[in-house]
């Protein structure tokens, strides 16, 4: 009988339901890989990607920063244009322009006359008070001899106010034949009318106007010392002067006022009220025992000379006859 090797396939349905069908080798790797994906899969269901939505070119804060610069801007041209609104009406407008000398207001001036003001500032009547270059006429006005310093401002709509600050004179200033007044900087001053009256001052000599200004500031400061020294202490010598002498800083010379003839006194160039209590002190005696006294020299410690100034009359007197006994110095 005939061996059969091949497999047997029943021919009975029911045999064959119960026979599994062989699986296919490809069929069976993708249900397993099927399978794997499955188990794969989280517990829980991943949150669904947002869609993203479309924005504008611009970030939100940098457009806000833009919306803030434009509003800037706005602003800015509205003022500017109110601005030049504004000054187009001040530069153009009648009512700002200076139409008088009535309107300048000047305030403290004595000895500055009107006429000095008007120099200054008479170009000006006609413009406008925005165009008066109020820095430079402050300038022009502290040039004018007498004034020490000056202000000028605005008054609107269409006036100026000027304030003047006037020299202290302290003492008359002889330069050539003319007498002025000269203050404590060594500034010489036009001698008002009425002046000399005003002022009780000795008369300075020894100083000259193209001497430059630091030159004569610095020979009245010397002034100043002596005035301060002869009348410290409520002596007032000062009062009894007529000229001081400035010419030589190491020997400053003063003229006394005396009924009896005005005397020359050398006082050197320190200790001045010292040597001034000698001369107050023994000019009778001198006088009584010199024809003349014109002159006297208290530079020095041991001896006073009389009538220095003159060659054929000096006289030395010794020191224990000239000084008393608390001015000898040892």
């Known amino acids: 009988m005939p061996r059969n090797n091949g497999p047997l396939i029943p021919d009975d349905p029911a045999i064959s339901r119960a026979v599994p069908a062989r699986e296919d080798p490809d069929d069976a790797f993708d249900s397993r890989l099927l399978d794997l994906e499955v188990e794969e899969e989280p517990a829980f269901l991943r949150a669904q990607k947002r869609i993203p939505v479309r924005r504008g070119p611009l970030p939100r804060k940098a457009a806000n920063r833009l919306k803030i610069a434009l509003v800037v801007v706005a602003i800015a041209g509205v003022m500017g244009g109110i601005t030049l609104m504004t000054y187009r009406y001040g530069a153009h407008s009648w009512r700002f322009r200076l139409d008088s000398s009535d309107q300048l207001e000047v305030a403290g001036i004595g000895h500055v006359s009107h006429a000095q003001i008007m120099e200054v500032m008479g170009g000006d009547i006609g413009r406008n008070v925005f165009f008066i270059p109020l820095a430079e006429r402050k300038?022009?006005?502290?040039?004018?001899?007498?004034?020490?310093?000056?202000?000028?401002?605005?008054?609107?709509?269409?006036?100026?106010?000027?304030?003047?600050?006037?020299?202290?004179?302290?003492?008359?200033?002889?330069?050539?034949?003319?007498?002025?007044?000269?203050?404590?900087?060594?500034?010489?001053m036009d001698l008002p009318a009425g002046a000399a009256r005003k002022y009780s001052f000795p008369v300075?000599?020894?100083?000259?106007?193209?001497?430059?200004?630091?030159?004569?500031?610095?020979?009245?400061?010397?002034?100043?010392?002596?005035?301060?020294?002869?009348?410290?202490?409520?002596?007032?010598?000062?009062?009894?002067?007529?000229?001081?002498?400035?010419?030589?800083?190491?020997?400053?010379?003063?003229?006394?006022?005396?009924?009896?003839?005005?005397?020359?006194?050398?006082?050197?160039?320190?200790?001045?009220?010292?040597?001034?209590?000698?001369?107050?002190?023994?000019?009778?005696?001198?006088?009584?025992?010199?024809?003349?006294?014109?002159?006297?020299?208290?530079?020095?410690?041991r001896q006073v000379i009389v009538n220095p100034d003159e060659s054929n009359l000096p006289q030395r007197v010794p020191a224990a006859r000239a000084r008393p006994k608390k001015a000898v110095r040892r």
């Open 139 to 188: 300038k022009q006005l502290e040039e004018i001899p007498w004034v020490e310093s000056a202000s000028v401002m605005r008054l609107l709509p269409n006036r100026l106010k000027i304030e003047i600050r006037e020299r202290t004179p302290v003492a008359f200033v002889q330069i050539g034949s003319k007498i002025a007044l000269i203050d404590g900087l060594g500034i010489v």
């Open 204 to 301: 300075i000599v020894g100083i000259g106007n193209s001497e430059p200004l630091s030159t004569r500031a610095a020979r009245m400061k010397i002034y100043a010392q002596v005035v301060r020294d002869l009348d410290s202490g409520g002596s007032n010598y000062s009062h009894d002067l007529s000229d001081v002498d400035l010419s030589d800083p190491e020997d400053v010379k003063v003229t006394v006022a005396d009924p009896n003839g005005e005397v020359l006194v050398h006082l050197g160039s320190s200790d001045y009220l010292e040597r001034f209590k000698v001369y107050v002190a023994h000019i009778q005696e001198w006088r009584r025992q010199f024809q003349k006294v014109r002159s006297v020299d208290l530079r020095y410690d």
